[in-house]
């Protein structure tokens, strides 16, 4: 250690110290880790976490430069280190922790590459210190799907996952006509929101539903990320009867236990009549009914084909000469009159008005 520190010194002076020499001389370490690193499944977060620890101290920010691998999705979701110290020897490390979220989209064997880490450092000859670069080891981990989700088309693989729903009124004695809207809301932890279920649309004849564009939102507090995913459907009732959303059924893979759950939504049931009742929609609710239920192509042909007539008419206006629309008029109003004579009787109202039959 000590002929390592007195060839630092000596380069030091003759060629300045690099990056390498400190990482050589044992100055200046970069380690890295997967958590967890086994029993991971598709859809899972995993951990990779990356230290840099060096006795001197680190002069500006450090950079890193995440890789792409098929089948992952890698994040680096903070922008900063967590710093830290410790005693080594008795000397005292300053410690930068990096986390970095993965996500194995598939079953299989995966390698994450050695990690570029762009550092500054205090090389104890410069007030700038060095700058260079520095490489995690390369990892190795596998996913795999258990047993108990072989025959599972979807699930979430998270510590927390829940579903929720609600309805903005009553579903009882409903009126054709009536409109109402569904809310339905996936939360999970340590997952983005993309990763939760989509929902699709049940078809049910005489009752109709429009659904709105999901929203999704991922937020993080204190290292801890939760991904929600909201579904608005209107639903209007166009036909009397008894309707029912049917029930569904969603997997969940919980993380903390390693043991496959069931979230569901149950069935609701819904009636409607042709009275108005209770259930009757207000107004708000009916126009919005009515602007839901139009056929939004079928008023776009319109518009454009109002919009080509006034066009090709106010082209004709500005390029036929004023005599000849004149007469063109003169012949409708004449076709016209035409037209109003052919509707009187071709016969008297009697048939000898002169007679005094039928007095």
């Known amino acids: 250690m000590k002929l390592a520190l007195l060839?630092?010194?000596?380069?030091?002076?003759?060629?300045?110290?690099?990056?390498?020499?400190?990482?050589?001389?044992?100055r200046l370490q970069i380690s890295s880790e997967l958590l967890p690193a086994n029993d991971i499944v598709p859809g899972q977060k995993v951990e990779l976490v990356i230290?840099?620890?060096?006795?001197?101290?680190?002069?500006?920010?450090?950079?890193?430069?995440?890789?792409?691998?098929?089948?992952?999705?890698?994040?680096?979701?903070?922008?900063?280190?967590?710093?830290?110290?410790?005693?080594?020897?008795?000397?005292?490390w300053v410690i930068q922790r990096w986390s970095l979220d993965i996500f194995p989209q598939r079953p299989g064997d995966f390698t994450i590459p050695a990690i570029t880490a762009l550092v500054s450092v205090n090389d104890g000859t410069s007030v700038d210190g060095i700058s260079g670069e520095l490489y995690s080891p390369a990892l190795h981990f596998r996913a795999a799907v258990p047993e108990s989700l072989a025959r599972a088309g979807h699930w979430v693989a998270a510590p927390m996952f829940k579903i929720s729903q609600n309805f903005d009124r009553e579903l009882e004695n409903l009126a054709i006509g009536d409109a109402f809207q569904r809310e339905i809301v996936f939360e999970a932890s340590d997952v983005l929101a993309m990763m939760l279920p989509t929902f699709e649309v049940e078809k049910l004849t005489g009752l109709t539903a429009y659904p709105e564009p999901s929203s999704l939102s991922n937020n993080s507090n204190r290292g801890?990320?939760?991904?929600?995913?909201?579904?608005?459907?209107?639903?209007?009732?166009?036909?009397?009867?008894?309707?029912?959303l049917p029930p569904r059924d969603y997997y969940w893979w919980d993380t903390r236990t390693g043991e496959l759950q069931i979230r569901f939504l149950p069935a609701v049931?819904?009636?409607?009549?042709?009275?108005?009742?209770?259930?009757?929609?207000?107004?708000?609710?009916?126009?919005?009914?009515?602007?839901?239920?139009?056929?939004?192509?079928?008023?776009?042909?319109?518009?454009?084909?109002?919009?080509?007539?006034?066009?090709?008419?106010?082209?004709?206006?500005?390029?036929?000469?004023r005599a000849r629309i004149v007469r063109l008029m003169r012949r409708l109003k004449s076709v016209w009159r035409r037209l109003l004579a052919l509707r009187d009787p071709a016969l008297p109202d009697a048939l000898n008005p002169d007679s005094s039959a039928g007095e």
């Open 7 to 26: 060839l630092i010194a000596l380069s030091s002076s003759a060629w300045g110290v690099t990056v390498a020499d400190l990482q050589s001389a044992g």
């Open 51 to 92: 230290k840099i620890a060096t006795d001197r101290w680190f002069t500006s920010g450090t950079r890193l430069e995440i890789p792409e691998v098929a089948g992952l999705v890698i994040l680096q979701t903070n922008n900063f280190a967590s710093n830290s110290s410790e005693t080594r020897g008795g000397q005292s």
């Open 224 to 244: 801890q990320t939760l991904a929600r995913r909201v579904e608005h459907i209107s639903y209007i009732a166009e036909e009397q009867g008894q309707y029912q």
């Open 269 to 321: 049931d819904i009636s409607v009549g042709e009275g108005s009742g209770e259930g009757k929609a207000g107004p708000a609710e009916q126009v919005l009914a009515a602007l839901l239920a139009i056929d939004l192509l079928l008023l776009l042909r319109y518009a454009l084909l109002l919009a080509a007539t006034v066009g090709l008419g106010v082209l004709a206006y500005r390029r036929i000469p």
